[in-house]
């Protein structure tokens, strides 16, 4: 049974720390401790708005209970913060395991694996890769109905929208499946593929395999990445709508967002663009449209988020919803009825479903 | 000075033997022979249609002068032939410094290495990459004339039509560079950077590097690579465009070509569309349009090639030419005639151009 201390120090903004948010919202149970030493002494809840009363602490010595580290931050380019060094180099004295989902591989830096080789420790990448094979269209099951999240601009919620509509799918009697493919999604469901890390021409040929390994389920969910309108991420974005092929998608974005996040001279496109542009892209590959849009409102009230839902369901013609305020049957109804016209995966599970 | 065996053996056709094609076309002085046990005796021209009498040969013993093995095909995936190994090893035997572009990196072959080292050789591999930065957008010099070379697929002569181009604008007098971004554009430029081996999210960084770097020039022509359209390729193509940020685009097919290269049961579609798609893609990032269509007419007699420009030219409204057979001076012009409307880099080569 893994025990995590998770490592946000210096890091715990809603953006950079997401791995270790999401994980501590979906695994709380394999949650010890956070590690930050500016907030030690609160709550996890009172720090990141998740996790209950998983105690903040200021060193790895205050939960002698852990087993393991968790690098639990995302930042653009993906480099370990060189303060954090001194923090891994005593979790593996500590023998713990190390996880990072990290650029900058553990495996590559020479440090770490000395101390992990002498301590006995496991480094584990999570976003270390050798996949090296292109994309071959061949074993596609065209009964599994494809879902895709995707978005205007990267940290937005694709994950959390993709989690919570297939655990909506599957409360509704759908055999449906998450499919990760970033570290912190690999984090909460026990497997998957970092694409962004996959050598550029492999990534549609990884998300392909993705699909193939996932595609006995009614529906599957594919958690997308990055956006098609990301002038760092475009790339990966593309590959892995075409490499899923996806019948229908999400789109997600947060609320009151005006910029890419972290190039904050380049402006967010409108939705209905957006939507135009992904639905156009994918289309080159494979009949696909936006069935629902999947509202981050983290930094509004109840009423503005309902009133913004409102609000883009009549400007777009698409159900709208904060999948953590609101739940994801909308989203989950939304793909119901795409399996139905398609005639594909959910069928079953829509006779299940009530109403 | 660089000596070269080419070694093609096996895989002489246009498409796989792309590499050793472009280098022999463009380096001859540096070509001793071809290997390719099939075609020994007969000359260069007469196996691949260019070359002249450069000997095709049946063994490394029959070119004595050589001092490099150049491993000359490019096959998708990019794995080295197995029948190819005691070739590779025998030129390591012989003191031959080998050079691949195979996305299989003679770095990481044990047997290659060790006979390396025992031989003190050198193994390049011109497809590696340690690039891990993502684009920023910082310091472009918007002087520059960016051009690009799409295409509705792969190997259809992308590399070509930007080295001729780039010659061509140099001939009238603009200050004008050819970037590479693949194997064989390496060889013939000498610099440039392997886009698709590069991790995913950092092809747009890698792209953005090699304008900073290229950008004291007035034009510079980047090489496109794989296709928006290609199941496989098109995030690589996506993020050299949002990383190259064109002011204008060159469209690059293959005449006759109906299915993407490869994956027959894929159509092309038609010119009209894909310049419709680059042209969508493209102005996310940065204002940018087609400016003119390079046909690549090898399969074709004199006569229907120039059928087929007129008519896509009327078609398009774009200037519209085959590199090899009509020289590129219609792509040339409507460079200058973007340079000029944008007040950009060409406008110097302009005044001095004829006519």
Not at 280 to 297: D, E, L, Q, T
Request: glycine letters at 10%; aromatic letters at 4%.
């Amino acid at each position: 049974m893994r025990r995590m201390i998770v490592l946000t120090d210096g890091y715990n903004d809603a953006h950079t720390a997401k791995t270790a948010i999401c994980v501590i919202r979906y695994k709380p149970e394999e949650v010890v401790a956070v590690l930050d030493r500016e907030s030690a002494g609160k709550t996890c809840t009172q720090v990141m708005g998740v996790g209950g009363e998983i105690p903040v602490v200021g060193s790895l010595a205050e939960a002698p209970g852990a087993n393991t580290l968790l690098v639990g931050i995302a930042p653009p380019g993906g480099k370990i913060p060189e303060h954090w060094r001194p923090i891994v180099l005593e979790a593996i004295d500590r023998k713990m395991t190390v996880v990072s989902g990290l650029h900058d591989l553990l495996k590559d830096n020479a440090e770490f694996v000395r101390a992990a080789a002498e301590h006995g420790v496991q480094l584990v990448d999570l976003r270390d890769s050798d996949e090296n094979d292109v994309a071959n269209r061949r074993g596609i099951r065209e009964d599994c109905l494809r879902i895709h999240t995707v978005a205007d601009d990267c940290s937005c919620g694709k994950m959390v929208v993709s989690v919570e509509l297939a655990e909506g799918l599957k409360r509704t009697g759908v055999d449906a499946a998450f499919v990760a493919t970033g570290q912190t999604g690999i984090m909460v469901a026990g497997s998957g593929c970092a694409v962004d890390r996959v050598i550029a021409d492999f990534v549609s040929g990884a998300a392909e395999k993705l699909v193939l390994a996932n595609q006995h389920h009614e529906v599957i969910v594919v958690e997308g990445q990055g956006s098609l309108f990301h002038p760092r991420y475009s790339g990966v974005t593309l590959s892995l709508l075409h490499g899923v092929m996806p019948d229908g998608l999400i789109l997600c974005y947060e609320m009151g967002r005006k910029a890419i996040f972290g190039m904050e001279d380049i402006p967010l496109e409108p939705p209905r663009k957006v939507i135009d542009f992904y639905e156009y892209a994918a289309n080159i590959m494979h009949p696909c449209r936006v069935i629902s849009v999947a509202v981050n409102g983290q930094k509004f009230s109840e009423r503005e988020v309902a009133a913004e839902c409102e609000r883009v369901s009549n400007e777009l013609g698409l159900p709208t919803c904060d999948v953590i305020r609101h739940g994801p049957e909308k989203l989950v109804a939304a793909v119901l009825r795409l399996g139905k016209e398609l005639h594909k995966g959910g069928i079953r599970g829509l006779e299940k479903a009530p109403g």
